[in-house]
Antibody
Framework: QVHLVQSGAEVKKPGASVKISCQAS????????INWVRQAPGQGLEWMGW????????SYAQKLQGRVTMTTDTSTSTLYMELRSLRSDDTAVYYC???????????WGQGTLVTVSS | QSALTQPPSASGSPGQSVTISCTGT?????????VSWYQQHPGKAPKLMIY???KRPSGVPDRFSGSKSGNTASLTVSGLQTEDEAYYYC??????????FGGGTKLTVL
């Protein structure tokens, strides 16, 4: 059974950083890329970036370049997404999602709510 | 690239069929047939319903079907059921490891 289990909700002040974890189980970890997707309250889905669990290569959405870093720890089958210089419009539910094939995310984490507020 | 364009809402009665469109530019689809559709109920994570334009993951009813013509992809839900009421999002692979989502369509079953 494939599972992606994310860390808990976070409350951060503007300018701070947040690091969310996503622990994978139930599949061969290095065989699937992982994407991060976020959803602001009442809004649609926004693709943030992708990481290869095989070699750590990453690709980030242009609007987040310079503020986001995605990493992987193959020893614990855990992914991490760090977002820096947080702003109020970064308030969202953040999801990790396994890539079946390009643009096809077949398993999703439960989501992590990040609230940015002074 | 901007988000793919979806109608904000769609509706149909139980048993009817409804089609949701997803429009972009040729670069939004990257010349690939990597279009997916997701269903999202309130407070839940999205669920993959269609991938590679027409393929259904295991467990997705065959009432859900996908197609693409030119720069418009479509999701058709046949034999509408009350549990189909949800938000639906399209996504595409735009090339160079970039992905786009549509703005979402709220499907109401009347």
């Amino acid at each position: 059974q494939v599972h992606l289990v994310q860390s808990g909700a976070e409350v951060k002040k503007p300018g701070a950083s947040v690091k969310i974890s996503c622990q994978a189980s139930g599949f061969t970890f290095t065989s699937y890329g992982i994407n991060w997707v976020r959803q602001a309250p009442g809004q649609g889905l926004e693709w943030m970036g992708w990481i290869s669990t095989y070699n750590g290569h990453t690709s980030y959405a242009q609007k987040l370049q310079g503020r986001v870093t995605m990493t992987t720890d193959t020893s614990t089958s855990t992914l991490y997404m760090e977002l820096r210089s947080l702003r109020s419009d970064d308030t969202a539910v953040y999801y990790c999602a396994r890539a079946l094939v390009a643009a096809s995310f077949d398993y999703w984490g439960q989501g992590t709510l990040v609230t940015v507020s002074s | 690239q901007s988000a793919l364009t979806q109608p904000p809402s769609a509706s149909g009665s139980p048993g009817q069929s409804v089609t949701i469109s997803c429009t972009g530019t040729s670069s939004d689809f990257g010349g690939y047939n990597y279009v997916s559709w997701y269903q999202q109920h309130p407070g839940k994570a999205p669920k993959l319903m269609i991938y590679e334009v027409t393929k259904r993951p295991s467990g997705v009813p065959d009432r859900f079907s996908g197609s693409k013509s030119g720069n418009t992809a479509s999701l058709t839900v046949s034999g509408l059921q009350t549990e189909d009421e949800a938000y639906y999002y399209c996504s595409s692979y735009a090339g160079s490891n970039n992905f786009l989502f549509g703005g979402g369509t709220k499907l109401t079953v009347l």
